[in-house]
């Protein structure tokens, strides 16, 4: 049974850093790509960036929202997946949910199992 | 950028069939994925590739797409579907991931 557990998150103040955990379990992790999406108070999903497999060599992507202030990273020895967020603004305030990319493919055409979910408060 | 448009809501008594459109520019040349949310719980892949159901997924979800429209069915629509319903494509030419703005399905 493929599982992906969070860990991490809470109130954290603006300008301050904050990292997410992902550890996943039923599947082989080298092989596919993990994504961060985010979801606001009472808005959609957003998808925040991507980390592809070893056969990728574990390239990433982020998008413009995050870009330069979110890092995504990968330890294929511990099956679990980081995300890193620096300089944290009220924006970011979200649940943030872990992915699995669908079908081990290059690019996030979709994605096939998620984490339970995180909430980040940034407040002061 | 690409946009999906999504209506708001549907409302279907159960035992009936729901549909949530999914609008877009030429969607037929995109394969369109679908996900269920439940109020508080995280999002489920319930159709991709415009009509594939993931294993576990019951046989009465399915999906399509033609022309600038992509619809998920559901049939015989059971209390626990009621929740949001959001489409999602990948669009190649702007290398972004895209989602609807999602549709509140209610079941009366």
């Known amino acids: 049974e493929v599982q992906l557990v969070q860990s991490g998150g809470g109130l954290v103040e603006p300008g301050r850093s904050l990292r997410l955990s992902c550890t996943t379990s039923g599947f082989t992790f080298g092989d596919y790509a993990m994504s961060w999406l985010r979801q606001a108070p009472g808005k959609g999903l957003e998808c925040i960036g991507i980390i592809r497999g070893r056969a990728y060599g574990e390239t990433t992507e982020n998008a413009a929202s995050v870009k330069g202030s979110f890092t995504i990273s990968r330890d294929d020895s511990k099956s679990t997946v980081y995300l890193e967020m620096n300089s944290l603004k009220t924006e970011d305030t979200a649940v943030y949910y872990c992915t699995r990319v669908g079908g081990g493919s290059y690019y996030p055409l979709y994605f096939d199992y998620w984490g339970q979910g995180t909430p980040v408060t940034v407040s002061s | 950028s690409y946009v999906l448009t999504q209506p708001p809501s549907v409302s279907v008594a159960p035992g009936q069939a729901a549909s949530i459109a999914c609008g877009g520019n030429?969607?037929?040349?995109?394969?369109v994925h679908w996900y269920r949310q439940r109020p508080g719980r995280a999002p489920m892949l319930v159709v991709y590739d415009d009509n594939a159901r993931p294993s576990g997924i019951p046989e009465r979800f399915s999906g399509s797409n033609s022309g600038n429209t992509a619809t998920l069915t559901i049939s015989r629509v059971e209390a626990g579907d009621e929740a949001d319903y959001y489409c999602q494509v990948w669009d190649i030419s702007s290398n972004h991931v895209v989602f609807g703005g999602g549709t509140k399905l209610t079941v009366l």
């Open positions: 030429n969607i037929a040349t995109k394969n």
